[in-house]
């Protein structure tokens, strides 16, 4: 397969949240994550280890723990 999303399940774990995969690719795996405040579609780069969320774009290590936390306005330059 070539990619791995255990980085990604032990972010999802870590929060706390349940996920559903609708989306798995070498370069793109996308779903929809269940949190406590509800449902929020998302996508991961397995090759950065970045989850992208609608209003933040979080990079996590190997280990699913959060290296940084941009909001989506700063990744995309706007402030």
């Known amino acids: 397969m070539g ?3 255990k980085p990604l399940t032990h972010w999802v774990i870590y929060k706390g949240y349940k996920v ?6 070498p370069v ?4 929809v994550l269940t949190t406590p405040t509800g449902e929020v579609v998302f996508t991961y780069e397995p090759t950065s280890k970045v989850v992208t969320l609608p209003e933040m774009r979080v990079t996590i ?3 699913g723990w959060e290296l940084e936390k941009v ?3 700063e990744a995309n ?3």
Do not use: C, I, L, P
């Open 28 to 31: 793109r795996v996308a779903g």
């Open 20 to 25: 559903r995969f609708t989306e798995r690719s």
């Open 71 to 73: 909001a989506v306005d």
């Open 77 to 79: 330059g706007k402030s």
């Open 61 to 63: 290590n190997d280990y």
């Open 3 to 5: 990619f791995s999303v």
